[in-house]
């Protein structure tokens, strides 16, 4: 696990190596996480169709599946992608967006999790808990008002999905089913522009394909990063709405040194 | 129908039930649509997916049908959702965007129309021309000059449709058969950013989802929100251009207040 | 060609004639692009179903096919709408987004190539360079460093394609298998935006859009009023990152005055 006085030194690497991170991710986030990847210093694509995700994502520094808007076509075409990563050696980070809310969704996140070997799974405590067959309130895509232990939840889900599990809300929490950790940086901010979770997803996937093998280490980098440049942006648009701040973090991923993350990064061990 | 007096209270409704408004709408417009509800104070989700859009719609406050992007298999579940909803209770909401620009999109707006309850229809003229088979010039999806008498048009269409049309243009007019109104809110710069009509839609189903029996106020009321909120924004990026008209715009509908909306208001009973 | 005293006269034709430019454009950038496009006065339309593209690629003034998120059923599409417009003498402008990154989207560059009649083809010396069969570096979507010659590929491509192309980087390259034009206008915060080149070809769509006999001149001039924008973008947003950059573009895309870049404008014949 990182130091506290270690943290900031991945996000050079992805700077320095800028991973090509393929996604496949929904409508509605496509273009912010392009951008906010591109912000950050690393190299998104987008793929989806089935002649072609095996070939890019064993190319790719890691694999992100987010079935925020998913079809019975891009699953059959995850799966593919999946698959090939995992015979490539490529990290395959997983987003169920909506887990819980219909019955599609609960079907295909447990599917994807069958057929394909995850290495991070991030959702927020409703999506988590309806991946490991919990019972916790959801509306729609967005995160329930948090009951109950997520500490206790994400090691959990961890143990029994043999996976990195991230549960993130107001604090975040990562376990690797051993270990767990409790991020509290970000801002409320976030949750007023779409796909900042998704985004999240993607940004840990640019980290893992820096450094494959600590991925506990590599997560809670990305969280830090990530959570510090929010409220980096916070601050430049403090007073403002959605819009400015939506700007502002994009401009905060693309300018937040890593002395930055350092400092500002606030990580318990659990 | 609304007082004067009352403009402005459904908006305090919207931001305290943050209703679920399930958007199926064109790809060029998710971003900046999940973005202005989530502005707003609803709880935007979008799902396309012919396995899941009728669970969707049926936990949904309001359901959006927009064809901006149309496809046949998308057509197919927009169906699907709509009777989901109407056997629900959960009102739709229809936008026909490009009705007119070619045969196929005058044919599934008529479809559409056919097959699912509509309870609030959202066009420029030429494109709610189209659909009650009358001949207004189109060119592409953007609204063409207006000739003739909207209002006139608005009732025609409301009393054939049998639902709550809403024409926009320079000046937006509501009727529902009987009754018409004119707004004259609003703002030029509102033509030079893309899908601020297709997200008027939506929003219109935001506070439809919160009134769900006075239809006609509910459309009113998120009509001159809307465009207060266009007007702040306008005021806020004056001199700039439709980038940081768009930034000012989400802004100012996470912060337009009602009682701003109540006084900026101008509405006119025809 | 377009004496340099000369160029900035097609942006205001743009402006004044509003093309209607049919985009069948990749997922990532729709909105994007339907945003510069509406910023610098044209029209946009995305329209994909096979059911609809042959009607509207009949009436746009220009087609844009971009392959940047293609899938067998689009490319399907993308050839009925190719040959619709070959037909009504609208100009096909080709964006071969990620050529070469993987076999599906090889075949498809050369399946376009083949079945459409193209009029201007835009890419990176990657893509371009995979187009005519040379082999050159490329990972993912994104341009890989340049070496070699990139005016020698220019004119060998447009001479084996007979068709205008323009190859973009830290300069741009336009040639039609004569002459050759270098463009040295431009900024690199563009690489930090995702779909500025996709954009690019759509904006070279509207140009050539209303002026469809001197190709040449009509992407030149695309080229000059796009860069010198970005030039104004970056001199606003100095100081900040991708995200006011793309605000502060999309404003000057709106605000670019003919004589800005007339006076702006690096074109030399090489």
């Known amino acids: 696990m990182t130091a506290q006085k270690e943290i900031g030194h991945?996000?050079?690497?992805?700077?320095?190596?800028?991973?090509?991170?393929?996604?496949?991710?929904?409508?509605?986030?496509?273009?912010?996480?392009?951008?906010?990847?591109?912000?950050?210093?690393?190299?998104?694509?987008?793929?989806?169709?089935?002649?072609?995700?095996?070939?890019?994502?064993?190319?790719?520094?890691?694999?992100?599946?987010?079935?925020?808007?998913?079809?019975?076509?891009?699953?059959?075409?995850?799966?593919?992608?999946?698959?090939?990563?995992?015979?490539?050696?490529?990290?395959?980070?997983?987003?169920?967006v909506g887990a819980g809310a219909t019955p599609f969704r609960t079907a295909t996140a447990r599917e994807l999790l069958n057929k394909v070997n995850i290495?991070?799974?991030?959702?927020?405590?409703?999506?988590?808990?309806?991946?490991?067959?919990?019972?916790w309130a959801i509306k729609g895509v967005d995160a329930a008002p948090e009951e109950g232990d997520v500490v206790t939840l994400a090691k959990m889900a961890a143990k029994q999905l043999k996976t990195v599990v991230?549960?993130?809300?107001?604090?975040?929490?990562?376990?690797?089913?051993?270990s767990a950790y409790?991020?509290?940086?970000?801002?409320?901010?976030?949750?007023?522009?779409?796909g900042t979770g998704c985004l999240l997803t993607s940004v840990i996937g640019a980290f893992v394909a820096v450094e494959k093998k600590r991925i506990v280490e590599a997560v809670l980098e990305a969280l830090c990063a990530y959570e510090v440049a929010a409220e980096l942006a916070a601050d430049k648009a403090a007073g403002e709405g959605p819009g400015s701040f939506q700007t502002a973090f994009l401009d905060a991923l693309h300018h937040v040194h890593p002395e930055q993350v350092k400092s500002g990064a606030r990580v318990e061990q659990q």
């Open 10 to 96: 991945l996000l050079s690497q992805v700077r320095q190596e800028k991973p090509l991170v393929h996604n496949m991710t929904n409508v509605v986030v496509t273009n912010f996480t392009a951008n906010g990847l591109l912000a950050l210093g690393a190299s998104p694509v987008m793929a989806y169709a089935k002649e072609e995700v095996a070939d890019m994502a064993k190319i790719a520094g890691a694999l992100v599946l987010n079935m925020g808007t998913l079809t019975s076509t891009e699953v059959e075409a995850m799966i593919i992608a999946g698959k090939a990563a995992n015979e490539a050696g490529v990290p395959v980070i997983f987003d169920p």
């Open 119 to 135: 290495a991070v799974i991030r959702g927020n405590a409703a999506e988590i808990a309806n991946v490991v067959g919990e019972n």
């Open 166 to 178: 991230v549960v993130t809300g107001v604090q975040d929490v990562v376990s690797d089913g051993d």
């Open 182 to 194: 409790i991020i509290t940086n970000g801002h409320s901010m976030l949750a007023n522009v779409t």
